[in-house]
C-alpha cells in the first residue's frame, strides 16, 4: 500500500487540455499545482497575479520524460511534495535528509517527502516535522491519497492565520486526516461525505496518538 | 533497511546454552527475554521469582520451527515486541490494527510492532501509540537496532517512576533514540560511547520533530 508503480499512464484528455482560468481565480493567494505535465503547471502558473504561496505535487512520469520542465518549475516554487520513491528518483539519495538537502537546492524552501502509510517529512525553515499517517482499521482504495493530503494541507494553510512556517505541521496534520478519509472509500465516495467534526476528531486522535511528555 | 530477510541463522554458542542465573538476577521486576529459542526464554522466566514486567522479543526462525514454544510463552507476557513483517508471519493480517488485535488474543496486554526506520506502534491498555523512529543523517548498520529498542525502552520503564501504562510511551521513545545510535556504528562501537545528556538531547529533538499543537 506504500507505494504505487506506474504500469501505465493513460492522460486521456488531460493530453491536450490548456486551461486558461477564470478572472475570479487568478488572485488566490494560494497555488496548489497537482500532478499533471509541468508544462501545465507552468501555463497555470503563469496566470496567477502575485502568488503567496505556490506548492506543486509530480509523479514519477514526468521525472522520466519532462524532467527539464519539472526543473525549471522546482525554481518557481515554495513547497514541492512528492513520495519517497520519486525523491530517490529525483536525487538518487535513499536517506531522506540527504534527499531534502539535494531538493532544497534546486529551489522549493519547503520540501514535503510522502511515505503512504509511515506518514511523511517536512524539511523547511522552521526545521523538520515528522508527520504521522491516520493509521486506519480498513483501507478500501488508497487511490488519491496523495492529492488529498495536499490538498487538506493547503486548505488549512489558506484558512488558518498565522505565518506559513508556524502553521505547516498543522497543515499536514490535516493532509494526513483528509488523505485518510479518501483511502476508506473508492474515488470520492468517502471524501465527499466528510463532516468538518470528523476531521477535527481525526486531529484531535492523531494528537493523542503520539504524545509521549 | 526496514526490515530483515533470514538468510541462514547460526546459533553457534546459543545452540546448547542453558543458562543459569545467579540468584541476585533472580528476583528482577523488570525481565527482557530477548530473541532466542522460545524454549529458553522459557528456561530464564522459570527461574524469576514474581517478576512484575516481563517482555519478550522473537524472529521469523522461531514462528518457523518453535511456534508451539513461542504461543505458550505468549500467555506468559506482559509485552511482545516483534516486527512488522513478524506480525504478518504470525497473523497472516497485513492491517497492523487486526494483527494487534491478533496477538492480543494470544496473551500480552501490551504489543509492540517495530517498522524499523518508520518507528513502532505499541497497543495497550491506554490505547494505540504512534512511536516515532529517530531518523539518521547517516545509518552505518542497523544489525542491533531491535535489541536496542527493546532494551532502551525496559532501561525507562525500570527506572523511572509510575504505572507502566503512564510511561511506557516515553519508554518507548528511550527505545528509539538508544537504537538511533545502535545503527551509527558496527557493533556495539557507538552503542557503549552514548552519554546520558545524548540521550535526552535526542528525546528532545524528538518531541520537537513531531510536535503541531
Excluded at 2 to 10: A, D, I, M, S, V
Excluded at 24 to 32: C, D, K, Q
Aim: proline residues 6%; aromatic residues 8%.
Amino acid at each position: 500500500m506504500n507505494n504505487r508503480r506506474t504500469l501505465l499512464t493513460e492522460l486521456g484528455v488531460f493530453e491536450t487540455f490548456t486551461p486558461t482560468l477564470p478572472d475570479s481565480h487568478r488572485n488566490s493567494p494560494f497555488v496548489l499545482l497537482a500532478n499533471i505535465a509541468p508544462s501545465l503547471q507552468h501555463h497555470v502558473l503563469n496566470q496567477m497575479q502575485r502568488p503567496k504561496f505556490v506548492v506543486a505535487d509530480t509523479m514519477d512520469l514526468w521525472l522520466n520524460i519532462a524532467l527539464p520542465d519539472l526543473l525549471k518549475l522546482l525554481k518557481r516554487l515554495d513547497a514541492f511534495v512528492l513520495n519517497d520513491s520519486e525523491a530517490y528518483q529525483l536525487t538518487t539519495e535513499d536517506n531522506v535528509f540527504a534527499a531534502l538537502k539535494k531538493i532544497h537546492k534546486l529551489g522549493p524552501k519547503y520540501v514535503i517527502i510522502k511515505k503512504g502509510s509511515h506518514g511523511s517529512i517536512l524539511s523547511g525553515p522552521g526545521g523538520f516535522f515528522i508527520c504521522p499517517a491516520y493509521p486506519l482499521h480498513r483501507v478500501v482504495d488508497p487511490t488519491g491519497a496523495g492529492d488529498s493530503f495536499v490538498g487538506g494541507m493547503m486548505g488549512h494553510l489558506a484558512t488558518a492565520k498565522g505565518p506559513i512556517n508556524e502553521k505547516i505541521r498543522r497543515a499536514m496534520i490535516y493532509g494526513s486526516v483528509v488523505a485518510s478519509f479518501c483511502c476508506e472509500g473508492f474515488g470520492l465516495q468517502r471524501t465527499t461525505k466528510i463532516t468538518r467534526a470528523q476531521i477535527e476528531q481525526r486531529v484531535k486522535e492523531l494528537a493523542r496518538l503520539t504524545r509521549f511528555l
